[in-house]
């Protein structure tokens, strides 16, 4: 006897899309066969997923939770923990996050690790893993305690080619010390993530506008330019070339430079993947003339309706497989606290509107097909970042991370009805269909807009990079 079986929908199979029904049991998925076929076997329930898309969970692979936020002549503030921001997810439909472990200069790898973990433990609402993020100056010790950690589950390493800000110097990685950490994350099985900007270029340009008086935040986009996303992707593509199996997740894509240089590393076969966010495919620094266009902002700067277009196109079959949140979930007072190009809080309240806003870009008024949209939203994070077939599939074996996307649930997005922030860049847009049940490992934790999660329920998920995704463009 299963424990639950969904019968009716459509369901995205890695196969392709088609009505099936699936068998759960033991948190698993036990058994998928054409509709009606399961009954047979009974189960403690049945769902009747009828007019509705039977998803793989969502996945979103970069977050920030209790992360510090610069607040201007004052201590930083943290944004939103795990908990709240993994509740917000999951009545989203995003059943997985990755965040990040940050090293501390001066500690050992292993214990900013341990700490990270120690903080998520019973936290979070969801399943999640962590990046880890190296920062300044790397001595040699720490890469040998490197390709311990990616052996231990930490399969990714986060690197900033900037110190973002003026203000955040000791972010930024020297181009020698990126190189010493792709020989590692290559001859352990590991994948660089990366922030990629031209630290002289962004630098230069801060000076260069404050010389100007030119320092409201609504001329970001000049100094977090096109430019310096050229420069710096071709420049870490260039080391990564150099190294046979070093390979590279270039973070928050924002323009078409940044598409252009993943596309042709790609045609080259370096093994590459490209994320954007949903931030960067529907708003551009037109935006930040808007009143509150703080809201719109994030990290690298919003950019221009070329830059748009190339990121769409790029979604289709291109150099983007995946669309994350970059998420920072603060309240708006916090958002909207800077008004400058060099005080601005980046990163946004996004987590949950996700899935529904790019099944309504791709699928509803682009015509992508339900695999393409799940793609973008689960299964290639989870291949390229270690956590497929247990995350990312509809398969026997895989966990029973599933979502009822329902489009007879049209709605207009507003923040009193959302779960993360008192504010969403989102206000007021219309989604196509909204997640009418989650499940997490089989257990149902968002039912008809009702929560029935638990911070207990989340699990860290260790990760281990699959050799052809380290071989070459495999996604």
């Known amino acids: 006897m299963l424990d639950l079986i969904i019968t009716g ?12 029904d699936l068998g759960i049991a033991q948190g698993r998925i036990a058994a998928i066969a054409g509709p009606g076929a399961l009954a047979a076997l009974g189960a403690a329930r049945t769902i009747d997923a009828a007019g509705q898309l039977v998803l793989p969970g969502g996945i979103d692979p970069h977050v920030h939770c209790s992360w510090p936020i610069p607040v201007p002549g004052q201590s930083p503030t943290l944004s939103g923990p795990p908990e709240q921001v993994s509740r917000a997810a999951l009545h989203g439909g995003t059943t997985t996050i990755i965040d990040f472990a940050l090293w501390t200069p001066g500690e050992r790898l292993e214990q900013s690790i341990a700490r990270r973990r120690e903080e998520w433990a019973g936290a979070c609402c969801c399943d999640y893993g962590f990046h ?23 399969a990714s390493v986060k690197i900033f080619t900037t110190d973002i800000t003026p203000s955040r110097r000791g972010r930024m990685i020297g181009f020698g010390d990126i190189w010493e950490i792709l020989k590692v994350t290559s001859a352990k099985g590991g994948i660089a993530v990366i922030h990629a900007e031209d630290n002289d270029i962004v630098m230069h340009m801060y000076e260069k506008l404050m010389r100007e008086d030119r320092t409201g935040f609504e001329n970001m986009a000049e100094v977090h330019n096109t430019l310096s996303e050229d420069l710096s992707f071709n420049r870490v593509i260039r080391l990564a070339s150099n190294i046979p199996g070093a390979a590279l997740y270039m973070m928050h894509t924002s323009a078409a430079t940044g598409v252009r240089a993943i596309a042709e590393a790609r045609g080259r076969g370096v093994p590459i993947y490209g994320e954007t966010l949903h931030q960067y495919l529907l708003y551009g620094a037109e935006d930040y003339k808007k009143p509150g266009g703080q809201m719109y902002h994030t990290y690298p700067s919003l950019k221009f309706a070329e830059d748009r277009a190339a990121l769409w196109a790029a979604t289709h079959g291109g150099a983007i497989q995946c669309v994350a949140t970059d998420e920072i979930c603060c309240p708006l007072k916090v958002k909207l606290q800077g008004r400058r190009i060099d005080d601005v809080t980046g990163g946004n309240a996004g987590v949950e509107p996700r899935l529904a806003l790019i099944y309504t870009e791709t699928v509803e008024k682009r015509g992508y097909t339900l695999p393409e949209f799940v793609g973008l939203v689960s299964t290639n994070a989870a291949k390229i970042l270690g956590l497929y077939p247990r995350k990312g599939a509809l398969a026997v074996g895989s966990d029973a991370d599933i979502v009822l996307l329902d489009p007879r649930l049209r709605r207009k997005l507003t923040a009193t009805a959302l779960h993360e922030a008192d504010y969403t860049p989102w206000e007021g847009r219309e989604v196509a269909a909204w997640p009418s049940l989650t499940l997490l490992r089989g257990k149902i934790v968002v039912e008809n807009g009702e929560f029935h999660g638990d911070p207990g329920h989340g699990m860290f998920l260790p990760r281990k990079v699959a050799a052809e995704i380290r071989e070459r463009p495999a996604v």
């Open 9 to 20: 929908g459509t369901a995205v199979l890695p196969s392709g899309a088609a009505p099936a």
């Open 132 to 154: 880890v993020m190296l920062q300044g100056k790397v001595p040699p010790e720490i890469l040998g305690e490197l390709g311990e950690a990616i052996g231990a589950g930490h």
